[in-house]
């Protein structure tokens, strides 16, 4: 009995062990790298272009006025119009020398002649005188047309209220004429031989003289018969420079404005007032430099307004220019 109880006792305990559950090893997870963390991405900011700042084309006020001009007649090279003025007038040149001298711009003989050009572009070119373009016109005194109001703008910038032409004799309204303390009563929009621009007015007298004077102030191709040059067209930068002082000195009116050698420069003029009618020599001039767009032909160039003195002369081309 001893004995079956002991084995009564083993079989319990081994029922006991065996019974017990059993441990299992759970397969470990597999070890994964988290991810670093990274921070968002800063978005990049593309800063707006800003447009450089430049300056609009200069773009002709009177180009409608000039192109119809043009279809009236083919020997039209350029435009003016002075605001505060009745200057507003189609610039004209002809093959045959001062025709527009004496001509409208129908072609049609008339007393006092249109605005003209002493040269067109390829006549300057031929004498070099390129660089101080002219335009002349009558002073149309009884009409009081062409460049009479030349006058008014020379005389009430001088301080006058009257127009020194006694059958004119206009009262000068200094709040519409050109203002030469101003620089928009100085700077004028004007059209002639290809060229359209904005001058800017830095010399003006009235002044009698012989006719040289005249050929002098317009660079007048005229051939010396001796000596085989032309007179009056500038040999080098120093004559250049000689004839800007020249006008500076004469000026009537003090405009302040800088001028060199290297600037395109328009010379304008007509018939004096102060002086007699009838004097051939008297006149009254504008003298004006390019100033938007400005010109850069003339730019770090010496001695180029005389480099083709020696150019044979045809025989008309040597004729002094007409009383304007």
């Given at each position: 009995?001893?004995?079956?109880?002991?084995?009564?006792?083993?079989?319990?305990?081994?029922?006991?062990?065996?019974?017990?559950?059993?441990p299992?090893?759970?397969?470990?997870?597999?070890?994964?790298?988290?991810?670093?963390?990274?921070?968002?991405p800063?978005?990049?900011?593309?800063?707006?272009?800003?447009?450089?700042?430049?300056?609009?084309?200069?773009?002709?006020?009177?180009?409608?006025r000039?192109?119809?001009?043009?279809?009236?007649?083919?020997?039209?090279?350029?435009?003016?119009?002075?605001?505060?003025?009745?200057?507003d007038?189609?610039?004209?040149y002809?093959?045959?020398?001062?025709?527009?001298?004496?001509?409208?711009?129908?072609?049609?003989?008339?007393?006092?002649?249109?605005?003209?050009?002493?040269?067109?572009?390829?006549?300057?070119?031929?004498?070099?005188?390129?660089?101080?373009?002219?335009i002349?016109?009558?002073?149309?005194?009884?009409?009081?047309?062409?460049?009479?109001?030349?006058?008014?703008?020379?005389?009430?910038n001088?301080g006058?209220?009257?127009?020194?032409?006694?059958?004119?004799?206009?009262?000068?309204?200094?709040?519409?004429?050109?203002?030469?303390?101003?620089?928009?009563?100085?700077?004028?929009?004007?059209?002639?031989?290809?060229?359209?621009?904005?001058?800017?007015?830095?010399?003006?007298?009235?002044?009698?003289?012989?006719k040289?004077?005249?050929?002098?102030?317009?660079?007048?191709?005229?051939?010396?018969?001796?000596?085989?040059?032309?007179?009056?067209?500038?040999?080098?930068e120093?004559?250049?420079?000689?004839?800007?002082?020249?006008?500076?000195?004469?000026?009537?009116?003090?405009?302040?404005?800088?001028?060199?050698?290297?600037?395109?420069?328009?010379?304008?003029?007509t018939?004096?007032?102060?002086?007699?009618?009838t004097?051939?020599?008297?006149?009254?001039?504008?003298?004006?430099?390019?100033?938007?767009?400005?010109?850069?032909r003339?730019?770090?160039?010496?001695?180029?307004?005389?480099?083709?003195?020696?150019?044979?002369?045809?025989?008309?081309?040597?004729?002094?220019?007409?009383?304007?």
């Open positions: 009995m001893k004995r079956i109880a002991v084995l009564a006792v083993a079989l319990a305990v081994l029922l006991s062990v065996g019974c017990q559950q059993q299992v090893d759970k397969p470990q997870a597999e070890a994964t790298e988290s991810p670093e963390a990274t921070p968002d800063t978005p990049v900011v593309t800063p707006t272009p800003v447009p450089e700042e430049t300056e609009e084309p200069y773009v002709f006020p009177y180009e409608s000039l192109i119809e001009a043009k279809d009236k007649n083919n020997d039209v090279v350029g435009y003016i119009c002075i605001p505060g003025t009745n200057i007038y189609p610039i004209l002809g093959r045959d020398w001062w025709f527009y001298a004496d001509h409208d711009i129908n072609m049609e003989k008339n007393g006092v002649g249109s605005v003209y050009s002493h040269f067109n572009m390829a006549s300057y070119e031929f004498f070099n005188t390129q660089q101080n373009l002219v002349a016109a009558a002073n149309a005194r009884t009409s009081r047309t062409l460049f009479h109001e030349l006058h008014h703008i020379q005389e009430v001088l006058k209220t009257h127009c020194a032409y006694k059958q004119c004799n206009a009262e000068l309204d200094p709040t519409v004429l050109p203002d030469f303390s101003k620089p928009e009563g100085r700077i004028w929009d004007i059209a002639i031989c290809d060229i359209e621009a904005q001058w800017e007015v830095w010399a003006m007298y009235e002044a009698g003289g012989d040289g004077q005249v050929n002098y102030n317009t660079w007048y191709p005229k051939k010396n018969e001796k000596t085989g040059i032309m007179e009056y067209v500038p040999a080098d120093e004559d250049v420079q000689k004839w800007i002082d020249t006008q500076l000195k004469n000026s009537q009116y003090d405009f302040g404005v800088e001028v060199t050698t290297e600037d395109q420069f328009l010379t304008i003029y018939s004096g007032d102060e002086h007699d009618p004097d051939d020599s008297a006149r009254l001039y504008f003298f004006l430099k390019q100033v938007n767009p400005p010109s850069e003339f730019r770090k160039q010496s001695g180029n307004a005389g480099e083709a003195a020696e150019t044979p002369v045809p025989e008309a081309e040597t004729t002094t220019a007409p009383t304007a």
